[in-house]
Nanobody, 122 residues
Framework: QVQLVESGGGLVQAGGSLRLSCTASGSDFSITTMGWYRQAPGKQRELVAAISQGGSANYADSVKGRFTISRDNARNTVYLQMNSLRPEDTAVYYC????????????????WGKGTLLTVSS
């Protein structure tokens, strides 16, 4: 029903910036919340940032003031602007989208991209 494709990962020096993008495609779907998660080696997957259809956003404390999430509803795309990158930001970043059920918005499907790797060197 929904496919998510991330782009923008790569290798960057500490203190640098990078922008991730994720575009949803498919048919007959209505996405509410979109977000970015990450998983570093030896650690559990964690929420980085999430944004509602109306633009309300929340962030993990570790990225507040450095990362900015935004979305373009017309293009079904979510972005993550990452500034002042640190080595501890190194992780695989996953795009997430939630599609509510037509009959009950509390029940729906959670979709994930395949992930894009960010490596921040010292």
């Amino acid at each position: 029903q929904v496919q998510l494709v991330e782009s923008g990962g790569g290798l960057v020096q500490a203190g640098g910036s990078l922008r991730l993008s994720c575009t949803a495609s498919g048919s007959d779907f209505s996405i509410t919340t979109m977000g970015w998660y990450r998983q570093a080696p030896g650690k559990q997957r964690e929420l980085v940032a999430a944004i509602s259809q109306g633009g309300s956003a929340n962030y993990a404390d570790s990225v507040k003031g450095r990362f900015t999430i935004s979305r373009d509803n017309a293009r079904n795309t979510v972005y993550l602007q990452m500034n002042s990158l640190r080595p501890e930001d190194t992780a695989v970043y996953y795009c997430n989208a939630y599609v509510p059920s037509d009959f009950d918005p509390r029940v729906g499907m959670d979709y994930w991209g395949k992930g894009t790797l960010l490596t921040v060197s010292s």
